[in-house]
């Protein structure tokens, strides 16, 4: 084994041999197994068989389209309504298959694996927890003296723990997707063909179900990185993993409500938030005027490298004392 | 190969404004046992914290085997084995597990070696129990193994005593002792209670207000030319007293001081008949001569006076 292989393993081992973890995991197993069921009892499910696909999606079109009107009568909602948009949508999407003579596919495991992409916010948060204590109760159980004083530089401790974290978001993410499949089908069964139609770019396209699902997990996985390290570096400032975790959730939560806030200021675009949402770019609609994929890119970067110098300069050249 | 296990050069350090080790520079010899004696708060931990690299050094150097830990940290840390403060495990893992994890920190421990520190600290029966369940002496004992699993020349023992019950302290004073022998490492073991560690140690190094105040030698070392260049801290009981301190003074240049009716002073032991036959020669009368049997203990409060902080 490899030093720096060791050092990670080192760290995975004292992350999993602790009860606190296997209750992260837990947690997530009972959300995923909770929302199949749910959504099992609840969503009664459009059945779609070969013959009758055709009058199904314009039985449902014309009960979307009264359902509309019956809307607006009744609101008088403003021209871009959230509701009307979305009941437009599901039609648009319903012509798609008919126009292009494709069957939809009734819910199955890898549409509710898709559904589930937005777990990945609790994977953040576990990560973050991760993230925050990593450091922290090192220091918290002064063990950090035992580790430091190996014949390994603190720039490579600082490596291990950071690879470690996101070896264990890794980890939980493949956990998420995989427990998300099983369940799925177990609970739905899975698709007979993986073709489904999305929104790209403000058009309606065929893709994979596949492709669609790890996209839409990929996207993810940037804001989990950049609020990962993040914690990393206030734990590694602070030596304290609550204020790290509280910190990081906060900001997490509270993201997009500080973009809003200072939408009208030039340099809100520079604000991380603002940026960690790549999607927006590949549906359409970015968030503010003169921002591009590329712009957010750098952004992000810069970000990035600050957490990372940051993080490096204080855990290599500070004192360790007085705990 | 270096000549001393450690030196210290001159070392300072400095936080914020204020100076807390003023320019300590002593050298720890191959093999021996090496006290470091000072009130709490003399700096003994910080100046342990930069032998091994986890304080910075503010200027002057430290040198292990010949390797300045500022410089070449990798080399000088891979012949120390240590414990700073308290021996803080982690608790939610055994004993061995604890082991191994540093183990696989280094690069020639194998399991064998794992097995044989901890039968040579005496933890086996209790080496699968999680940390969290240990009592004090058990994690001192482990803190032991661990420091020596990579088979290091130089042994640093932060207050290994402290909260230790008697019992605790006499098993610790023991091991050390065999651990040196057996191994073949140097130890520098600091504490603040000199009565604790008197006993194991070759030279004792004492530490006020950041200030190296002297150096003792405890045994007598190995060479026997040594042996007699030891001092020994004479108690006389002369008549007439006065005289006799000026004798001293003007034949032998020793400062004598007088204690009540006992005249007190230092000096070699092959200088004894000498200064014996002295008094003699000049009538003065001696009604009993002796080696003062004045501890370590007392010399130590002597040296450092009231424990001052600040």
Partial sequence: MGKFFKLIYNEEIK????????????????????????????????????????????????????????????TNPDEDDFYVNMNQEEMDRNNYYLEHDIQPQNYGAWQFTSDNAGLLSVVSLLTIIVAAGTVANEFRWGTIKLLLIRPISRSVILLSKYVSVLLFALITLVFVLALSLISGGMFFGFEDSLQTVVTSHGELQ??????????SYGYQIVNLIMMTTFAFMISVLFRNSALAIGIA?????????????????AWAKYILFA?????????????????????????????????????WIMFTKRDVAGF | MAEFAMELIHTKKRIGQKEIIKGLSFQIKKGEVFGFIGPNGAGKTTTIRMMVGLMNITSGDILIQGNSIKTKFKEAIKEVGAIVENPEMYPFMTGWQNLMHYARMSSDVTKERVHEVVALVGLEKAINQKVGRYSLGMRQRLGIAQALLSYPSILILDEPTNGLDPAGIREIRQYIRRIAEEEQVSVIISSHLLSEIEMMCDRIGIIKNGELITIESVRAAVGESEKEKELLMMQVEAAPIDKAI???????????????????????????????KTLVEQDIAIYQAGVAKKSLEDKFFDLIGENTIG
Avoid: C
């Fill in chain 1, 206 to 215: 065929q893709t994979s179900l596949v492709t669609e699902t790890l996209s």
């Fill in chain 2, 246 to 276: 000026n004798l001293l003074q003007a034949k032998h240049s020793i400062k004598a001081v007088r204690e009540e009716k006992m005249l007190v002073f230092q000096t070699e032991k092959e200088n004894v008949p000498s200064i014996i």
């Fill in chain 1, 249 to 265: 959730i906060f900001l997490m939560l509270s993201g997009n409500s500080i973009v809003g806030f200072f939408q009208d200021r």
């Fill in chain 1, 15 to 74: 992350l999993y041999i602790r009860k606190s973890t296997w209750i992260m995991y837990i947690v997530l197993a009972g959300l995923i197994i909770g929302i199949a069921a749910l959504t099992n009892t609840f969503d009664q499910g459009k059945n779609y068989t070969s013959d009758n696909w055709r009058t199904e999606l314009q039985k449902e079109n014309k009960a979307l389209q009264k359902d509309t009107e019956d809307y607006i009568k009744e």
């Fill in chain 1, 275 to 311: 940026n960690t949402d790549l999607q927006q770019y590949t549906t359409g609609s970015p968030l503010m005027e003169g921002m591009t994929m590329q712009f957010s890119i750098t952004v992000l970067i810069v970000y990035y490298i600050i957490f990372i110098a940051l993080s």
